[in-house]
């Protein structure tokens, strides 16, 4: 897979230095790259001084300041092994996110706010692909991520291993007045459906951001931010 942008394969290096087959960099960039080559190689990482035309060749439409990066596949987590540890205790679930910049952006906070596994099912919703990776900012990079075949039965397995499981939907009860100690799951939809139905009478309870505004709405990204603050808030003072 390649990765572009100055702070995804700088956080690639960082973190999976052993993935990275090899970081190219364009000739009017290599000066304001010093850090990301010193990085590549501190790892025995090779390095290419190619061409903009090859670097947009290998970036397709992104945005990528000049840098690129190959990276073997990606390994997802596998999800019964990782719920199955102990440390295990903050889980996020997405029902349906197709938009990488979306899935890219909650990346970033499932790192910011040390969620321990991001659930998304195989079918029907965004992977970690290029644009998402990009749209991470690197913290694809160090964030646990399983697909699923069967998000209800996932959640059923939580349940048996001591999760609630929480679902966001605008009818739900207020986030704040709900005690989220213990082990938590978080359900987010996706921004046109919501979670699905069949989804949604697996969980727990249905929970909702307090709005007083005049749109009565938050994009998918934003409103998982202000959840995992409020679960980060009662768990890790």
């Not at 989220?180 to 921004?191: D, I, K, T």
């Not at 949604?200 to 934003?222: Q, Y």
Request: glycine share 8%.
């Amino acid at each position: 897979m390649i990765v572009y942008g100055a702070n995804p394969v700088m956080e690639a290096l960082r973190a999976h230095p052993e993935r990275v087959r090899f970081v190219g960099v364009t000739k009017e960039q290599r000066e304001r790259m010093q850090k990301l080559i010193a990085a590549a190689q501190q790892a025995n990482v090779t390095i290419r001084v190619l061409s903009n035309n090859e670097i947009a060749k290998l970036a397709g439409k992104g945005v990528h300041n000049g840098v690129v990066a190959e990276v073997s596949d990606v390994v997802y987590a596998d999800f019964h092994d990782t719920v199955m540890r102990e440390e295990t205790k903050f889980i996020l679930i997405l029902d349906g996110i197709t938009d990488p910049q979306n899935f890219g952006a909650i990346l970033r906070v499932a790192d910011g706010f040390g969620v321990d596994l991001v659930v998304t099912p195989e079918h029907e919703s965004v992977g970690l692909t290029p644009g998402a990776v990009k749209a991470s900012a690197g913290a694809s990079q160090w964030v646990s991520v399983a697909q699923v075949t069967n998000l209800a039965r996932s959640i059923e397995l939580l349940k048996e291993k001591g999760y609630w499981v929480y679902a966001a939907v605008a009818d739900g009860d207020r986030a704040d007045k709900i005690d989220f100690r213990g082990r938590v799951a978080l359900v987010m939809g996706s921004e046109g459906k919501g979670v699905r139905r069949n989804v949604l009478e697996h969980c727990d309870r249905t929970i909702a951001i307090p709005m007083f505004g005049h749109v009565d709405s938050l994009n998918v990204a934003s409103a998982t931010a202000v959840l995992c603050y409020e679960v980060v808030r009662q768990t890790r003072p």
